[in-house]
């Protein structure tokens, strides 16, 4: 078997709180690896490390922080992850992310008075993904998914901000699915795809946010 030097795709999911996102992944990734193709999951916030630890206790309200401070650590946390994405995309695996910049721009963006482009500043120079998915559900749909409520941001008028500033990323590369759709029926479209980005990029390089 000849060697190859194929990279892997950098695949992000995204959408407002319960919209299926770590459903999702966690689907693709199986019917990748079943197909043969290799893939990892990665989700952010990582509340594994230090960073996410502190970022844990200010999601599920046990401590506070201010807006701007609270901003650059889930940025941090990605910044954390660089180093090992590149790695393996680069070893020819695809990534399933489950939220990624997007995320930390229009939930801070969604404050008051916290303006979008110095949302994006810490963003700039992480690997840019090769796909990002937009699970859309509408907020009268998402507050009926068990558990929502429970942590920070998860109320009707925030996810309402957040859902409007996502329009703002609606460019080439970024696609909206209808995450209504039944659970196995959502990960075969989004598995088409996944595998058609996977073809199309693996001879270009990585770029850059
Ligand atoms: N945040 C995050 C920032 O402010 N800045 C950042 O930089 C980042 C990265 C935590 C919070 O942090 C904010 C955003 C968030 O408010 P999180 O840990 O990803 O981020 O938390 P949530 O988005 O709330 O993650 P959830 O796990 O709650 O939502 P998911 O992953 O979208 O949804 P999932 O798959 O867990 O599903 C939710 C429920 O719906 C059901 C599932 O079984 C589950 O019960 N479900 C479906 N039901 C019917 N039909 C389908 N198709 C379904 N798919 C799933
Ligand atoms: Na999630």
């Known amino acids: 078997m000849t060697k190859t030097a194929m990279r892997g795709a950098l695949i992000v999911l995204e959408g407002c ?18 197909l043969k193709i290799p893939a990892k999951k990665i989700s952010f916030p990582d509340r594994s490390t230090p960073i996410g630890s502190i970022i844990n206790d200010y999601l599920s309200k046990k401590i506070d922080l201010p807006d701007k401070s609270v901003h650059l650590l889930f940025s941090a946390n990605r910044w954390e992850l660089e180093p090992e ?3 393996q995309i680069e070893a020819g695996v695809t990534l399933i992310v489950d939220r990624y910049s997007y995320s930390g721009v229009v939930f801070t963006s969604a404050k ?10 810490p963003e700039n120079g992480l690997p840019k993904p090769d796909l990002v998915m937009f699970l859309k559900l509408p907020i009268s749909d998402i507050i009926k998914r068990s558990g929502f409520g429970d942590e920070r941001y998860e109320n009707i008028e925030f996810q309402n901000k957040v859902d409007k500033n996502y329009e703002k990323f609606k460019t080439d590369n970024f696609i909206e699915v209808d995450a209504a759709q039944d659970i196995s029926v959502l990960t075969k479209n989004l598995l088409e795809q996944v595998v058609k980005t996977i073809d199309s990029v693996k001879n270009q390089k990585l770029d850059k946010l």
């Open 85 to 87: 994405i590149r790695k």
């Open 17 to 34: 709180d319960r919209s299926g996102k770590t459903t999702q992944s966690s689907k693709l990734v199986e019917a990748l690896n079943n």
């Open 112 to 121: 008051q008075s916290i303006d979008f482009e110095w949302c994006c500043g």
